[in-house]
């Protein structure tokens, strides 16, 4: 049985008479990634403050290690980091002194040590001596990277992170997280509008919208939900015997050229229409076949097209 | 209670301080100031008028600089933080309300003694006025009253700061200053109309200022005025706390904790 880091059952969170949250439920296993996913006001961020104590529910249990979050917060905090691209340091302080106070609430042994091996591994060793506020945001973002693993955590939760990292630090970024998961069976919870970012990393992906889940599935299994598949045909022939053939099968279509043609169609029937129209007498000369990824099931979701 | 914690929000505050022009500014330099400008007010009023108002002014200044420092030092203290957007990483990690607090108490303390010590040194030196003329034991328990009342101050302003914002922010550096005229911090208790008299007697602070005017002509400790003061102290502190726990508790759950910064 996996052992769950994580468990968040039955949030309920309400502004006023809006509802925010709506009962969402879900769990982090160890050394998982989870993805939590969604169009701007689904309820992210507000799950993400539950689940670090800053803001409170209104019903539903946060548990971390088995243990009850609101009855163990300090042990509990003391496992746990956190890191946004919207939460920042002090910004009046040097970057060694703002890691150095973080070394110390987390009660971590020798944190010099523990400090110059972290902004080693990020190639940051030159920023502690500059203040916080002096920094590009990308070396912000860095910065805070390194708070969020000063106490060796067992779950990080990770709030658009990359998102003002340049494509390499990006990238180093989430190798390192792919190597933290791999040698420490470090878990993560992990928001961010990068979908490649989020098929890359997520073990598992959690869609909310309006503040109820709408989907929670592996990345693959998200991308199978949705059956429909763009074709985009090339051929020689007429263009009117492919036109008459696809509206008699009731298809959506477009022509890009009066060689190239775009249709929208389902998964299964792909082959079936390249056969027919090759039997109209239309030479196929070539095929591109256009997959679901993450980001049309996110657009379905923030366009209300989502049925799962 | 975890003292590394407290220790760790104490070396973030001194960190700050030593890095703030305008710490510097607002606490030093406004003390230093003052007592300049009320050291020179004082010496023109005691050649022209009784003495003894002139020290009184003086005097009533030195001490009211306690709770201002000590009030100053809590609420902006919190401020520097939400200014940076890092309150909240802070309450991510397992510091507690109770340490933060009690790091924030000490930072004050700390800050009051060390501007006390040179506003008293400018005082004897220029002014030729000496603080300790009132009693040392007088002046201790002087000086930890107005601590105390300056924490309380502090921890009621940063409960509102905590539960509204950065939009009363400005409540940090002014709201402190209605208890100067209240606590007839500068001139007799019987000043003040009669009606708020009473309502001064409510603060500690008032009893700490009456007991110090009279111990410049008789340093005899007036445990009354202590007792009383100190127990005022003790409900206004336990208030304060109390305050300041329920404040945080609406922020949290209004999710105006989370969203603040500067």
Redesign the interface.
């Known amino acids: 049985m996996e052992e769950l880091i994580l468990q968040a059952d039955h949030l309920v969170k309400n502004?006023g008479s809006f509802r925010v949250l709506d009962g969402i439920s879900f769990s982090v296993p160890k050394g998982k990634i989870i993805g939590l996913l969604g169009p701007n006001g689904a309820g992210k961020?507000?799950t993400i403050?539950i689940l670090?104590?800053?803001?409170?529910q209104d019903g539903g249990t946060v548990k971390y290690f088995g243990k009850d979050f609101a009855k163990h917060?300090?042990?509990c905090?003391?496992r746990i980091?956190?890191t946004s691209s919207?939460?920042?340091?002090?910004?009046?302080?040097?970057v060694a002194?703002n890691l150095?106070?973080?070394a110390?609430?987390?009660?971590v042994r020798n944190p010099q040590k523990k400090i110059l091996e972290l902004v080693r591994h990020f190639e940051i060793e030159d920023l502690l001596p500059h203040?916080?506020?002096d920094l590009s945001s990308g070396q912000k973002t860095r910065v805070n990277l390194v708070?969020s693993l000063i106490n060796d955590p067992e779950i990080i939760l990770m709030d658009e992170p990359t998102a003002s990292l340049d494509p390499d630090i990006a990238d180093k970024t989430l190798s390192l997280i792919e190597q933290l998961k791999k040698k420490r069976g470090l878990s993560l919870l992990y928001t961010s509008h990068n979908m490649q970012e989020i098929t890359r990393i997520c073990d598992e992906v959690i869609f909310l919208d309006a503040g109820k889940i709408v989907a929670h599935d592996t990345p693959l299994g998200l991308t199978k939900q949705v059956r429909v598949a763009q074709l985009q045909l090339a051929f020689e022939g007429s263009r009117e015997t492919v036109e008459r053939y696809l509206l008699s099968e009731n298809q959506k279509f477009s022509f890009l050229h009066d060689y190239l043609v775009l249709i929208d169609t389902e998964e299964k029937l792909v082959p079936k229409i390249i056969s027919q129209i090759s039997e109209q007498g239309v030479e196929v000369t070539d095929i591109d076949i256009k997959k679901p990824t993450l980001e049309d099931i996110f657009l379905q979701i923030a366009r209300g097209n989502y049925v799962s | 209670m975890s003292v590394k914690r407290i220790q760790a929000v104490i070396l973030q505050e001194l960190f700050i301080t030593k890095r703030s022009l305008e710490v510097i500014m607002d606490l030093f330099f406004f003390s230093i100031m003052s007592v300049f400008v009320f050291g020179l007010v004082s010496s023109f009023l005691s050649k022209t008028m009784v003495a003894q108002s002139a020290y009184y002014l003086f005097l009533g200044m030195i001490l009211w600089e306690v709770v201002r420092v000590t009030q100053y030092s809590i609420s902006v203290g919190a401020l520097w933080n939400v200014w940076s957007r890092n309150l909240s990483n802070m309450f991510i990690t397992p510091l507690t309300l109770q340490e933060y607090l009690v790091a924030q108490m000490i930072s004050g303390f700390v800050k009051a003694f060390v501007i006390f010590i040179i506003i008293s040194v400018i005082a004897a030196a220029v002014f030729n006025f000496n603080v300790l003329s009132i009693g040392i034991l007088n002046l201790a328990l002087h000086f930890l009253n107005l601590t105390v009342f300056g924490w309380s101050i502090g921890i009621i302003i940063l409960g509102f700061i905590f539960r509204f914002g950065t939009r009363i922010q400005a409540l940090a550096w002014g709201l402190v200053f209605i208890f100067q005229p209240l606590t007839a911090a500068f001139f007799p208790l019987d000043i003040l109309p009669s009606a708020l008299q009473q309502f001064a007697s409510l603060f500690p602070a008032t009893h700490v200022f009456e007991a110090a005017r009279a111990n410049l002509t008789n340093p005899a400790v007036r445990w009354g005025e202590a007792g009383i003061a100190l127990l005022e102290n003790a409900a206004y502190l336990i208030f304060s706390l109390w305050f300041f726990g329920m404040m945080f508790r609406k922020s949290r759950e209004s999710g105006q904790f989370a969203k603040m910064e500067g």
């Open positions: 502004f961020t507000t403050n670090v104590g800053v803001t409170l917060r300090e042990s905090l003391q980091n956190f919207f939460n920042t340091l002090q910004g009046r302080i040097s002194e150095l106070v973080f110390r609430l987390y009660g203040r916080f506020w708070k």
